[in-house]
């Protein structure tokens, strides 16, 4: 028997390096675990973590250093000897299989069988459908077993991602970012469950841009730059000012914004507007009023799963409406998509892989994608693309939102999953709407590039372009907005403009 003690480091990484071509992400890291901890992996986007995490589970080989776990070398390590070793890991973005349902999902690689005569051996459906229910129970997860993985949400999928590492019997468990497109709700049962492993005495690495999130939960917390450990602290003995600091040299500003535009010009207005769901996980829209202003910078908050998304996806043409009106730039809205593009209304999905991004088209490629129908490159170029121009422009983007690496051609599926999200808010930039509806635009994304997203959109309605964000990380946001609409259970619960507009006056709102 192994005596164990409270101290016992059960993982550590030492001098770990790893290079993509001549991109050199980690360099000389070295990490360690103890039995029973809850320990946070920060660091701005494109820090490492998630490439330290891929090394821990055996995805990617580090280009040097060593692995022990239990006191013991791992000579070599893939992700089903990782774990067969007792670590698992819960991705960042979810690993889906869409054909599947979500308790196959859930058990893939993992299929409960059964025999029969014969010796031969078939996947026990039943059980298989027992045991994700379970899990899901557990978790507090609202998910059927038997839907489809194709029809879910964004935030569904993370659910599914989530019960997935929960039914290993792992004595590691890595969370990288787990609590986005969470409910505070879903949250809470979270921490609670990792609070529970913890006493059972596992250990959990934690990544996060979240750090009141990390002092709440861990033990300690490691901070990652440029591929470096910057330190690791114990959080009893330290505050988030240290670690904000220890994660990026520059300590972003939050911009101020004093002008309060007062456009009388209506833009988008919903009369008594009602839209079902379109498929499971979605919200019912009910009753919706609502007029939006000319250049006013307008925040639609709510948890996730309050009916943001639907909103956003009515206003933008994407989503049909079972009654009422929804007039946008003075027209009835269109259900052709394209037809809207052009009229100047852009939907930035929250989702990037799925509805977002082409994962093998590079950076550049992605920002002109849907941009090339409209605005001033359509109009420039009727039916052709001055690839230089497009290229310049992507250049700027780049520059502006500080995407790691800064090179047009790089494919987008090989970036960290914070600079994925700035390219699809590139694309945004890149077209120049009327009104860009944006979906949960700082999720995913480190505090500083959030600033920086936020002085964009400053600038954005300055020359004219109507701002509408649509966001569960509303804490994030408040600073530019002129105006607050907060919606619960599909419906519009309140609104709040310049002055009244604060978060304790927000959270009363969204609970109530
Ligand atoms: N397969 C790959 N090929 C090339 N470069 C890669 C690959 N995977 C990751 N990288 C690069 O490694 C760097 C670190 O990425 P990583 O995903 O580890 O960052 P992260 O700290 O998890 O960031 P985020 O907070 O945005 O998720 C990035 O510059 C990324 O582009
Ligand atoms: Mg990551």
Known sequence: MV?????EIVLEARGIYKSFGYNQVLTGVDFSLKKG?????????????????????????????EIVLFGKKI???????AKRLGLVLCNQIPMIFYNLTVSENILIGQEPVKKWAGGVTLIDKTRLRQISEEVLELCGFELSPDANAKSLTPSQQK??????????????IFFDEPTNMMSPRDAERLFELMLELKNKGKSIVYVTHR????????????????????????????NVADVVAMISRNIASVPEHKKKITSEEVIIELRNVTALPDKIGERMLEDINLKIFKGQITGIVGVVGSGKTELAKVIAGIKSINSGEVIVLGEPVSNNVLEMIKRGVFYLPEDIMVEGLIPAMSIRENMSLVGLELGEFAAKYPGGINRKEEKEMAVEIIRRLNIVPQNTEFPVQRLSGGNKKKVLIGRGLLVKPKILLLDEPTMGVDIPSSMDF????????????????FSSEFERILPILERVIILRDGKIVGELYGEEISETKINTLIAE
């Open 75 to 81: 000579e070599k390590l893939t992700p089903e000897i």
């Open 37 to 65: 901890e809850i320990h946070g992996l920060l660091g701005l986007n494109g820090s490492g973590k998630t490439t330290l995490l891929n090394i821990l589970n055996g995805v990617f080989e580090p280009d040097k250093g």
């Open 159 to 172: 659910q599914v991602e989530i019960a997935r590492a929960l039914t290993y019997n792992a004595q590691v």
């Open 454 to 469: 936020l002085n964009m959109i400053l600038k954005w309605a300055e020359e004219g372009i109507t701002p509408i964000i």
């Open 3 to 7: 005596v164990t003690n409270d101290n």
């Open 211 to 238: 750090i009141s999130e990390a002092f709440r939960i861990c033990d300690r917390i490691t901070v990652l730059r440029d591929g470096k450990r910057v330190g690791t602290v114990i959080s009893k003995e330290s």
